[in-house]
């Protein structure tokens, strides 16, 4: 790689020595021709795999229509869209924007206009402790760890960390009347793949009807098949009043969405919000093709299938090794929590031609195609186990 043009990036992203200029299905290729098996899909972004055949005919047949006009005019391939969507989710209407932390701003904006229709002066929004909803000034407040509030002061207020998992935490909050919402991922993933109890999206789901409070899912890493349903709060039969995508639905277009429910989706009213790319034809016409190929008959119950054996592989290999602290996971959103530290497995991972990650210092994610065979999900568990079985044995 040019040396310079690497040196004018910002360096906000430590990143490794390794630039990938191919891929195809679970591989990819650097520009020596090496090929790795990826089991992290950018981050739970290429649920479908790198240059899906479907998805590639959807682009390039687009493009050559139409790339972008503007939310001034009506976009046929975004309402499309937000039809699919907001009945698979059984909700109301989207706002389509760019990312993650677009899609989640849009529900804390969405919150704040509420408190002010409804005369509340601070209005204020539960998140979780471990939580991560973004990078901007709203969404990093709105995220319970401080390692990404570190330096940016001041955060903006109106966000109230409590404890994730644990339902008792919340009933004083829930008196309060600045409380008007509540923000939680249905799997932690940037907090270290942590599941909560059972039920407790069901718990939560009660509590915000009966306390009149708005429950945000923010399913921008669990949505879009990752844990073996659509959305990953499905599994409780819940509806949620928002709840926020972005990662999968492009399949790596980048596109972002918060879909609200009936009771609250006239709050953002015309000229309240807004995004200049948000939603145009290009995007949508690619996550059309995403949830198309997600939505055919047996797809999520491979994904659900491949999770729970790959997760049974795990357990049977590595439950008595000493490091190993607890092995997780749901769908392909697999969590192995060491007790230490183990960021250098990342690298000795991508040596063997593997890409994994670590969250939370000590935690390797994995979040591989949702569409890799029986073989490349036990490929994946041998040479992971191998890793930290080596690992255990050197520390
Ligand atoms: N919410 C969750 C649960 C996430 O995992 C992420 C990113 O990792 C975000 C929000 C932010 O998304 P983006 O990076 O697209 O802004």
């Known amino acids: 790689m040019n040396l310079k043009q690497?040196?004018?990036?910002?360096?906000?992203?430590?990143?490794?020595?390794?630039?990938?200029?191919?891929?195809?299905?679970?591989?990819?290729?650097?520009?020596?021709?090496?090929?790795?098996?990826?089991?992290?899909?950018?981050?739970?972004?290429?649920?479908?795999?790198?240059?899906?055949?479907?998805?590639?005919?959807?682009?390039?047949g687009?493009?050559?229509?139409?790339?972008?006009?503007s939310n001034l005019y009506r976009i046929e391939h975004q309402e499309t869209l937000a039809?699919?969507?907001?009945?698979?989710?059984?909700?109301?209407?989207?706002?389509f924007c760019n990312s993650g932390a677009e899609a989640n701003e849009t529900a804390i904006k969405l919150c704040r206009k509420f408190g002010f229709d409804n005369r509340i002066k601070n209005p204020t929004i539960i998140t979780m402790k471990g939580s991560f909803h973004g990078r901007t000034m709203a969404t990093?407040?709105?995220?319970?760890?401080?390692?990404?509030?570190?330096?940016?002061?001041?955060?903006?207020?109106?966000?109230?960390?409590?404890?994730?998992?644990?339902?008792?935490?919340?009933?004083?909050?829930?008196?309060?009347?600045?409380?008007?919402?509540?923000?939680?991922?249905?799997?932690q993933g940037e907090g270290g793949i942590k599941i909560p109890p059972l039920n407790y999206l069901k718990k939560l789901r009660k509590l915000c009807t009966d306390y009149r409070k708005i429950l945000i899912l923010d399913e921008v890493q669990s949505g879009i098949g990752r844990t073996?349903?659509?959305?990953?709060?499905?599994?409780d039969d819940i509806v949620p009043d928002v709840l926020t995508l972005a990662k999968g639905l492009g399949n790596g277009m980048p596109v972002g969405a918060c879909l609200v429910n009936s009771k609250y989706s006239s709050i953002l009213g015309s000229g309240t919000h807004g995004s200049t790319f948000g939603g145009n034809p290009l995007v949508c016409k690619v996550a059309l093709g995403v949830l198309n190929i997600i939505n055919q008959k047996d797809f999520l119950a491979?994904?659900?299938?491949?999770?729970?054996?790959?997760?049974?592989?795990?357990?049977?290999?590595?439950?008595?090794?000493?490091?190993?602290?607890?092995?997780?996971?749901?769908?392909?959103?697999?969590?192995?929590?060491?007790?230490?530290?183990?960021?250098?497995?990342?690298?000795?991972?991508m040596d063997r031609g593997l890409l994994i990650n670590v969250a939370s210092g000590n935690v390797v994610r994995l979040l591989p195609p949702l569409i890799l065979s029986e073989d490349e999900g036990a490929k994946i568990v041998k040479e992971v186990s191998s890793l930290i079985e080596s690992f255990n044995g050197n520390v």
């Open 228 to 235: 073996g349903f659509l959305f990953a709060h499905q599994l």
């Open 302 to 349: 491979h994904v659900a299938n491949i999770g729970a054996l790959m997760l049974s592989e795990f357990k049977a290999r590595l439950n008595n090794i000493p490091i190993v602290k607890e092995i997780r996971g749901r769908g392909l959103m697999i969590g192995i929590e060491l007790n230490r530290d183990c960021g250098e497995l990342v690298k000795e991972a």
């Open 62 to 69: 687009q493009a050559k229509d139409l790339w972008h006009t």
């Open 140 to 187: 990093l407040s709105a995220t319970g760890n401080e390692k990404v509030h570190h330096g940016f002061s001041p955060l903006l207020s109106g966000f109230k960390h409590v404890e994730f998992g644990n339902t008792e935490v919340l009933k004083n909050h829930l008196c309060n009347p600045d409380v008007v919402a509540l923000m939680v991922e249905p799997i």
């Open 6 to 60: 690497r040196n004018s990036v910002m360096g906000n992203y430590q990143r490794l020595d390794v630039s990938f200029v191919k891929g195809d299905r679970i591989y990819l290729f650097d520009d020596k021709g090496r090929k790795y098996l990826d089991a992290l899909s950018g981050i739970a972004v290429c649920g479908l795999g790198h240059a899906h055949p479907e998805l590639v005919k959807l682009l390039v």
């Open 83 to 95: 039809k699919a969507l907001t009945d698979s989710a059984r909700m109301d209407s989207v706002f």
